[in-house]
C-alpha cells in the first residue's frame, strides 16, 4: 500500500515563504506525475500544481508565479515552494497522484496571516 506523508506547513505572514515536502513509499514519485492539491475549510479539494514523469510542470491559476513543483528521483519526494503567500493560500495541502490516486495522506496545515 502506498503511503504518502506530506510535511513542512506551519504559520507564516502573508508575503512569506513555505516549502513543502511530500515523501512517498515504493516508487510512485519516479513512476508517475505527481500533484500538490489543497483543500480550505467548507471547499473541496483542489489542485494546485502538477509534475509529469519527464518533468513538466502545470498550475492553476491562482499560484502561477508563485509557487513551484518539483521531485527528486533519489528520495522519492515532491516539493512545492510556496513563495508571496496570501491570505487565501490557507488550506491543508496534500500530495497525490492526479491519475490514478491513492490512499490520501493526513496534508499538512499551511496557514497565512493577513
Known amino acids: 500500500q502506498v503511503t504518502l506523508v506530506e510535511s513542512g506547513g506551519g504559520l507564516v505572514q502573508a508575503g512569506g515563504s513555505l516549502r513543502l515536502s511530500c515523501a512517498a513509499s515504493g516508487s510512485i514519485v519516479r513512476s508517475n506525475a505527481m500533484g500538490w492539491y489543497r483543500q480550505a475549510p467548507g471547499k473541496q479539494r483542489e489542485l494546485v500544481a502538477s509534475?509529469?514523469?519527464?518533468?513538466?510542470?502545470d498550475y492553476a491559476d491562482f499560484v502561477k508565479g508563485r509557487f513551484t513543483i518539483s521531485r527528486d528521483y533519489v528520495r522519492n519526494t515532491v516539493y512545492l515552494d510556496m513563495n508571496s503567500l496570501k491570505f487565501e493560500d490557507t488550506a491543508v495541502y496534500y500530495c497525490?497522484?492526479?491519475?490514478?490516486?491513492?490512499?490520501w495522506g493526513q496534508g499538512t496545515q499551511v496557514t497565512v496571516s493577513s
Open positions: 509534475i509529469t514523469y519527464g518533468g513538466r510542470t
Open positions: 497525490n497522484v492526479p491519475s490514478q490516486p491513492r490512499a
